[in-house]
């Protein structure tokens, strides 16, 4: 029979492996949020949502943020649901550390399938644009669109 440490400690054991693989502690702002205030320091994410359905990627895009207020730590995406319920639904994060006192902005492009060209995950050389190279210009709901977070580190 187990003790009653191990009939608490093992149930909880996933949740806190959970909140230290997703960066517990660390403030996540979503799409709407579009001026933030964060502390030199502090550890922060950038939250948009996926539409797996429309093949549609997100990128962090030039002008990059100021290196010396913010820098950029990585991005991952999260997936919920699986092809068999019908289709998907994932956020995407970007993550960022404030390094210095000062204002910066992050841009992020949105891109539905086939809606922007180059850059990407190619080596980061190019960014991405919002409409596809030699291609006819997409309808508006087709191409990408930028997104510009305002990010005042205190």
């Known amino acids: 029979m187990r003790?009653?440490?191990?009939r608490i400690a093992l149930p909880a054991l996933p949740l806190l492996l959970t909140a230290l693989l997703t960066g517990c502690g660390q403030d996540t702002y979503g799409q709407?949020?579009?001026?933030l205030q964060?502390?030199?320091?502090?550890?922060?994410?950038?939250?948009?949502?996926?539409e797996a359905a429309r093949g549609e990627d997100w990128y962090l895009v030039s002008p990059e943020p100021e290196k010396d207020v913010?820098?950029?730590?990585?991005?991952?995406?999260?997936?919920e649901g699986s092809d068999d319920d019908g289709g998907q639904s994932a956020t995407h994060y970007f993550d960022f550390e404030a390094v210095g006192e000062g204002t910066t902005r992050i841009r992020l492009l949105e891109c539905p399938q086939s809606g922007c060209a180059g850059g990407g995950d190619a080596g980061g050389e190019v960014s991405p644009s919002p409409v596809p190279s030699g291609s006819p210009t997409p309808d508006a709901d087709e191409r990408g669109r930028y997104h510009t977070y305002e990010v005042t580190v205190k």
Do not use: A, I
Request: glycine fraction near 6%; avoid cysteine; charge should be negative.
């Open 70 to 79: 913010v820098r950029s730590t990585g991005d991952r995406e999260e997936t």
């Open 38 to 50: 964060v502390e030199k320091g502090d550890e922060f994410s950038l939250s948009v949502p996926v």
């Open 32 to 35: 709407d949020e579009k001026k």
């Open 3 to 6: 003790t009653l440490t191990e």
